[in-house]
């Protein structure tokens, strides 16, 4: 009788598996929240300086200079957009074990990135003004700037643990490694989707 009622204890209802509730409470996991946290409250201050600039600047806002690609920028966007639902499934494919999926999956989050790096690169070549012209071109180069550097940071984090994981004899978890490193993916898509409608929507 007692094994039986410490048997249905452990699998009442409600209660979660040990090891997704350790995946959950993991401090990796936690640390890289916080950190994505203060990250975001670091664009919130750019989003901030920019709708102060905007204010203070109008009507003249953008400037007649300020003349932007949006249908490369469309395109970059939904680049990056799709990048998110990849590495999601790549997410998925390696807590199912199947790792060869996962890993193509991760080597195409990798690739739409790079485009949109590349993207933005040579939109920077095309415009009429830079990061001195005027108060616009500041924080436009500050936003975009910063968010293509994450992105980057972001690239280079996914082709490092994908690395890690997924090499001979590695005894990393592929699932729970791989999923903290798409909170940052997740994030860096996020944000760059608010720099979209705020920039190139709303202007």
Do not use: C
């Not at 209802?13 to 203060?38: H, K, N, T, Y």
């Not at 729970?176 to 709303?202: C, E, G, K, P, R």
């Amino acid at each position: 009788m007692a094994e039986m009622s410490v048997t249905a204890a452990v699998e009442a209802p409600g209660d979660e598996p040990s090891g997704r509730l350790s995946e959950r409470s993991s401090p990796i996991s936690v640390g890289v929240l916080i950190w994505l946290a203060s990250e975001l409250m670091f664009f919130a201050g750019l989003f901030a300086a920019y709708f102060v600039l905007k204010a203070a600047n109008a009507p003249n806002w953008p400037p007649p200079d300020a003349n932007l690609d949006m249908p490369r920028t469309v395109l970059a966007t939904v680049l990056l957009v799709i990048s998110s639902a990849t590495v999601h499934f790549a997410v998925v494919a390696a807590g199912e074990g199947r790792h060869r999926r996962s890993v193509w999956l991760l080597v195409t989050t990798v690739v739409l990135g790079t485009a949109f790096i590349l993207l933005q690169a040579y939109d920077y070549t095309t415009l009429d003004f830079s990061v001195s012209s005027h108060a616009y071109g500041s924080i436009y180069y500050l936003l975009t700037g910063f968010h293509g550097l994450h992105v980057i940071g972001g690239l280079i984090a996914l082709t490092v643990v994908g690395w890690v994981v997924f090499s001979r004899g590695s005894r990393a978890p592929a699932h729970s490694t791989l999923q903290v490193a798409s909170y940052y993916w997740h994030f860096v898509d996020v944000v760059w989707v608010a720099v979209f409608l705020t920039i190139f929507v709303m202007r």
